[in-house]
T-cell receptor, first 110, second 115 residues
Framework: DAKTTQPNSMESNEEEPVHLPCNHS???????IHWYRQLPSQGPEYVIH???SNVNNRMASLAIAEDRKSSTLILHRATLRDAAVYYC???????????FGGGTRVLVKP | DAGVTQSPTHLIKTRGQQVTLRCSPK?????VSWYQQALGQGPQFIFQ???????QRGNFPDRFSGHQFPNYSSELNVNALLLGDSALYLC???FGQGRGTGELFFGEGSRLTVL
């Protein structure tokens, strides 16, 4: 499985944007970029996914580099509830399993 | 609409014992995957069940086995427990094996402590 690299942790102030980077230099053409987050004492929760184009949903935006070797998850206005570990995952189009790395722990300060 | 439910939420076992964990998928889902999450680590894929058969397996020994029932619920069995099996066990459900873009829904997990 292709590997992703994320910073261990990031801090943000409440109501400010958060930009979470992810490097995936060995990504293949059939890999989708998925983001999940895990709040304390809960199971992971789907955030967003994309293939080549930037994507937006109610939770976040995903910006994908033109060469697809990196991507950025954008939380537009962080709230205290967004404090979690965010995982960037590459997932095969024909596969179901998720290969989690260490993720980025996001701390949101009031 | 109930999401993914897992039981029990917490349990304590001793080395050498056997444990069974249970999972009911989200309504409308037919595929169940199991993950192990050690403290401070990301979840690791154990296996996936679809149509009552194991379809994919991660790097886990044969002590880890599972089953899927006709109603799509699933069990994870771990035999001959080791201290290193202490972890949060997560169940995830999806539809049609959730290929590629299908979102996985996770339960809150079963926390197993092996003494």
């Amino acid at each position: 499985d292709a590997k992703t690299t994320q910073p261990n942790s990031m801090e943000s102030n409440e109501e400010e944007p958060v930009h979470l980077p992810c490097n995936h230099s060995t990504i293949s053409g059939t890999d989708y970029i998925h983001w999940y987050r895990q709040l304390p004492s809960q199971g992971p929760e789907y955030v967003i996914h994309g293939l080549t184009s930037n994507v937006n949903n109610r939770m976040a935006s995903l910006a994908i580099a033109e060469d697809r070797k990196s991507s950025t998850l954008i939380l537009h206005r962080a709230t205290l509830r967004d404090a979690a570990v965010y995982y960037c995952i590459l997932r095969k189009a024909a596969g179901n399993k998720l290969t989690f790395g260490g993720g980025t722990r996001v701390l949101v300060k009031p | 609409d109930a999401g993914v439910t897992q039981s029990p939420t917490h349990l304590i076992k001793t080395r050498g014992q056997q444990v069974t964990l249970r999972c009911s998928p989200k309504s409308g889902h037919d595929t169940v995957s199991w993950y192990q999450q050690a403290l401070g680590q990301g979840p690791q894929f154990i296996f996936q069940y679809y149509e009552e058969e194991e379809r994919q397996r991660g790097n886990f020994p044969d002590r880890f086995s599972g089953h899927q029932f006709p109603n799509y619920s699933s069990e994870l069995n771990v035999n001959a427990l080791l201290l290193g099996d202490s972890a949060l066990y997560l169940c995830a459900s999806s539809f049609g094996q959730g290929r590629g873009t299908g979102e996985l829904f996770f339960g809150e997990g079963s926390r197993l402590t092996v003494l």
